[in-house]
């Protein structure tokens, strides 16, 4: 089943008087469960494809249809409701908040939805995430990888229907890149986690289901 298809989606900037073309009429689809790699070289449009995705901006033209619904026709609070309950967010650089631990930063997404936490569904993503020992440690006295950990599992924690990955491994060593690659991949496979990421390493994007790439904010 489709879980994803984007319509000619264009994203065009003003500054002064030039227009600056990010993308230009962007077609694909995404079946549940699969594991895209997003492509291309800096200022490609990668990164506005997936905030378009996301719904975090509006389109100049085009569509994105999340199952049959275009999430642009959508209320606001629908939309942001969609954000949160069903599309979780990886950035590079992590954005866990400073002063929650490792438990607490995992849990969020939930929190502020104002619902019980699963206590059972949280110990399986520490374990499946292989951080049990760090539960109570906060955010600066944990490594790159374990930081990135963290955010997979803040993902995951809201079971969502799609993840979208911006650059996970950009700010890792090649070691913990392997380790946040190899848990993407086992997500995908054992929760049947449909991912989309975003990255510009050619070798990471090939362990994925598909590749899509994208240069001056069209598919190649």
């Known amino acids: 089943m489709k879980i994803l298809r984007i319509e000619n989606l264009s994203k065009i900037y003003k500054k002064s008087k030039v227009k600056v073309v990010a993308l230009d009429k962007i077609c694909f689809d995404v079946?549940?469960?699969?594991?895209?790699?997003?492509?291309?070289?800096?200022?490609?449009?990668?990164?506005?494809?997936?905030?378009?995705?996301?719904?975090?901006?509006?389109?100049?033209?085009?569509?994105?249809?999340?199952?049959?619904?275009?999430?642009?026709?959508?209320?606001?609070?629908?939309?942001?409701?969609l954000r949160r309950q069903k599309i979780g967010v990886i950035y590079q650089f992590y954005n866990l908040i400073s002063t929650l631990n490792v438990e607490e930063n995992i849990t969020l997404p939930i929190e502020l939805d104002r619902k019980k936490v699963d206590q059972k569904r949280l110990d399986e993503i520490?374990?499946?995430?292989?951080?049990?020992?760090?539960?109570?440690?906060?955010?600066?006295?944990?490594?790159?990888?374990?930081?990135?950990?963290?955010?997979?599992?803040?993902?995951?924690?809201?079971?969502?229907?799609?993840?979208?990955?911006d650059e996970p491994t950009g700010n890792l060593d090649s070691k913990s890149s392997?380790?946040?690659?190899?848990?993407?991949?086992?997500?995908?496979?054992?929760?049947?986690?449909?991912?989309?990421?975003?990255?510009?390493?050619?070798?990471?994007?090939?362990l994925s289901d598909r590749i899509i790439q994208i240069e001056d904010g069209k598919i190649l």
Do not use: C, W
């Not at 506005?48 to 996301?54: G, M, N, Q």
């Not at 006295?141 to 995951?156: D, F, P, T, W």
């Not at 991949?185 to 090939?206: D, G």
């Open 126 to 165: 520490i374990k499946f995430l292989g951080i049990d020992n760090r539960r109570k440690h906060l955010p600066n006295e944990l490594s790159g990888g374990q930081q990135q950990k963290v955010a997979i599992g803040r993902a995951l924690m809201i079971n969502p229907k799609i993840i979208l990955a």
């Open 31 to 81: 079946e549940e469960g699969e594991f895209i790699s997003i492509i291309g070289p800096s200022g490609s449009g990668k990164s506005t494809l997936l905030h378009l995705i996301a719904g975090l901006e509006k389109p100049t033209e085009g569509k994105v249809y999340f199952y049959d619904k275009n999430i642009f026709d959508m209320e606001k609070k629908d939309l942001a409701m």
């Open 178 to 206: 392997k380790e946040i690659i190899d848990l993407l991949i086992k997500a995908n496979k054992e929760y049947n986690q449909t991912i989309i990421m975003i990255t510009h390493n050619l070798e990471i994007a090939k």
